[in-house]
């Protein structure tokens, strides 16, 4: 929650348990075999602060930054996305705590920093109101999703054509 | 954003969280007709993603009753079942667990649970709390406490965590028992029982 993990090692699995309302923000450059993940949870940072994975805004940047230094290269890299859901009835306009249901918020505060980027995104699992896992599969560059109660499902793969886009939601 | 909680502080949320579960024990035991053990309630003040993992398995199936909380202070109270706790509740109250009536009692019990905990609370403090309508939630256990903590304290690194576990005698149907405020309302807690401002500089 709030951090992130890059790798150029086969044998890696990158993994985000329980995604609600966070986004896990993948991003893959497969021709290279490095993979990142990132597990957002607020979409944009209001202060000067230490963990910039948290932050949509500042997770994008932070997470390219960590696969370019592995050798990635941002023209290859594609974005994969998981998370988003709205888990709590109400859309913080009740009387409760305000702004609980972040899912939204998230992932286009994600999506606008990945065009910013101009990292395009090739498949995403998001929205509804269920929670998710995402896993990275580095080797082979594959990303699956498992919903709650559900199958886990391929998600991205290298193969899938590069303009494809997969909406899983 | 820092914050911190000295030990004077999290002794004083200690005792907030245990008159709050206290009183939600009593109030499982009263709707039951059984005793309900009160384990040690813990007052955490952890890292978030330490907090997560504190409180289970991300990326376990839970049965989970929330209920928001506004008025003075914004607080999240949440109640995680495992799944066969909470068909063994909703046994000992004669209803089919994963049907409305089951899912219906199961939010029954989080509002009489939260309620008074909440009304402890706010009678210790003086602070006017409004509970809200609560949802029942099977999902996974950290998709449910992460976006929690999102929008409770997501901004800060640092969460408070106030949990107890209620065991009912003679049923395996325990349960976690959590009061998650926001820092703006551990402020409002804590001013109140004259232990804010310097301690805790939540903005």
């Known amino acids: ?169 | 954003m820092n914050v911190h909680y000295d030990e004077q502080q999290l002794d004083a949320l200690r005792e907030l969280a245990s008159i709050g579960s206290g009183n939600a024990a009593t109030a499982l035991a009263q709707m039951l007709g059984r005793s309900v053990e009160l384990q040690v309630p813990r007052a955490l003040a952890l890292p978030l993603a330490d907090a997560l993992d504190a409180v289970g398995e991300p990326d376990a199936m839970t049965a989970s009753v929330v209920m928001q909380v506004g008025g003075d202070a914004e607080i999240v109270v949440l109640l995680l079942f495992s799944y066969p706790g909470a068909a063994s509740l909703c046994e000992l109250l004669g209803v089919e667990p994963r049907s409305e009536l089951g899912d219906s009692a199961l939010g029954e019990i989080g509002n009489i649970l939260g309620a008074s905990a909440v009304g402890a609370l706010a009678q210790m403090t003086g602070l006017a709390l409004e509970p809200q309508p609560p949802q029942v939630l099977y999902d996974m256990l950290g998709a449910v406490v992460a976006s929690v903590l999102s929008a409770t304290v997501g901004e800060l690194d640092l969460a408070l965590v106030l949990d107890a576990e209620l065991d009912v005698e003679g049923a395996a149907c325990g349960l976690s028992f959590l009061l998650l405020p926001t820092a703006g309302g551990v402020d409002e807690l804590l001013g109140r029982l004259g232990l804010g401002a310097e301690g805790a500089s939540g903005q």
């Open chain 1, 1 to 169: 929650m709030g951090e992130l993990a890059v790798s150029a090692a086969a044998e890696d699995e990158l993994v985000s348990m329980g995604l609600g309302s966070c986004v896990g923000v993948a991003l893959v450059d497969r021709e290279r075999g490095i993979a990142g993940l990132a597990h957002v949870m607020l979409p944009e940072a209001n202060a000067a602060y230490s963990a910039p994975a948290k932050f949509a805004d500042r997770a994008v940047p932070a997470l390219l930054a960590s696969t370019e230094r592995l050798g990635a290269r941002r023209e290859r890299t594609v974005a994969v996305l998981a998370g988003g859901a709205q888990m709590f009835a109400g859309n913080g306009r009740t009387a409760g705590v305000a702004g609980l249901d972040l899912g939204a918020r998230n992932e286009a505060a994600v999506r606008t920093a990945l065009a910013e980027a101009g990292i395009p995104v090739r498949a995403a699992a998001t929205g509804g109101d269920r929670g998710r896992t995402v896993r990275v599969c580095v080797g082979d560059a594959r990303v699956t999703v498992k919903e709650a109660g559900g199958e886990e499902q391929s998600l991205w793969h290298p193969a899938a054509p590069a303009d494809d886009l997969v909406e899983i939601s």
